[in-house]
């Protein structure tokens, strides 16, 4: 997928990679880019920053109507919307976490995807074109040490988005599946115990080094888009051998606490 004259949603769109997606996607000629965020300032100042093409809109993904008036001012701003981000994501529970860490890692990670491929797939399926970027995470991958609610609701994401593309890629929808290890946000830096696990495990990438990455993903319209190589390397000795990865992960988690 190439970028240029395109119509782009970003929900997280007010830092980390959400942000420098935002950028990026207008440094590629997008006709247009809803920056969007819950913070409200964050969102209006990344758009002011990118200019005319793009447009801030406040909206919490938790709210299951946010699709549709995400969507309605996109389109109503710069048209059909061509490439839509499910970026925004949480980082919440120590263990296996509250009920309440449970409830909002699944309704931000996982039912704001949903929500947002409800409302887009009936206009994308007719058009014959649409492209869906879920950003999950390697913890989604090969899962997360520390945190019950996220490693299970970024496994879930990745799933989502590979049923998509079953069921839609001859149909002309595009999907990828962002899933990076650390990256310099404040998602990792207040993630607790899960985040220095994930600091330990490899280099710490900035945003714009990611949105890099992904523009060349979406041009070779690739469905894992990894930041981190190595991350290939991880899952595919998850594969082989399943229950040697999870004695070397328990190791791992051991060397952790250790400290």
């Known amino acids: 997928m190439k970028l240029a004259e395109k119509v782009a949603v970003v929900t997280g769109g007010a830092s980390g990679i959400g942000r420098a997606l935002a950028h990026r996607f207008a440094a590629e000629g997008a006709a247009g880019v809803v920056v969007a965020d819950l913070d409200k300032a964050g969102?209006?100042?990344?758009?002011?920053?990118?200019?005319?093409?793009?447009?801030?809109?406040?909206?919490?993904?938790?709210?299951?109507?946010?699709?549709?008036?995400?969507?309605?001012?996109?389109?109503?701003?710069?048209?059909?919307?061509?490439?839509?981000?499910?970026?925004?994501?949480?980082?919440?529970?120590?263990?296996?976490?509250?009920?309440?860490d449970w409830d909002l890692a699944l309704r931000v990670?996982?039912?704001a995807h949903v929500n947002a491929a409800e409302r887009l797939l009936p206009s994308w399926l007719e058009r014959k074109t649409g492209y869906f970027l879920a950003t999950?995470?390697?913890?989604?991958?090969?899962?997360?040490?520390?945190?019950?609610?996220?490693?299970?609701?970024?496994?879930?994401?990745?799933?989502?988005a590979e049923w998509l593309s079953i069921t839609y890629g001859d149909r002309g929808l595009g999907v990828s599946c962002l899933c990076p290890m650390g990256v310099n946000t404040q998602l990792l830096h207040g993630s607790g115990r899960a985040g220095e696990v994930v600091k330990a495990s490899g280099a710490v990438l900035e945003p714009e080094d990611v949105a890099e990455i992904v523009i060349a993903g979406l041009e070779t319209e690739?469905?894992?888009?990894?930041?981190?190589?190595?991350?290939?390397?991880?899952?595919?000795?998850k594969g082989d051998d399943y229950d040697r990865w999870l004695t070397g992960m328990r190791r791992l988690q051991a060397r952790v606490a250790a400290g």
């Open 109 to 111: 990670n996982l039912r």
């Open 222 to 237: 690739t469905f894992l888009i990894l930041p981190h190589p190595e991350v290939l390397d991880f899952y595919r000795r």
């Open 43 to 100: 969102a209006e100042a990344v758009a002011r920053e990118i200019g005319d093409a793009a447009l801030p809109f406040a909206c919490d993904v938790v709210d299951p109507d946010h699709a549709d008036a995400l969507m309605d001012i996109a389109e109503s701003a710069f048209g059909p919307v061509d490439l839509f981000c499910a970026n925004a994501g949480v980082a919440v529970g120590e263990g296996l976490g509250e009920t309440d």
């Open 136 to 160: 999950a995470s390697a913890a989604g991958l090969v899962t997360q040490i520390g945190s019950a609610p996220y490693a299970v609701t970024k496994h879930a994401a990745v799933a989502f």
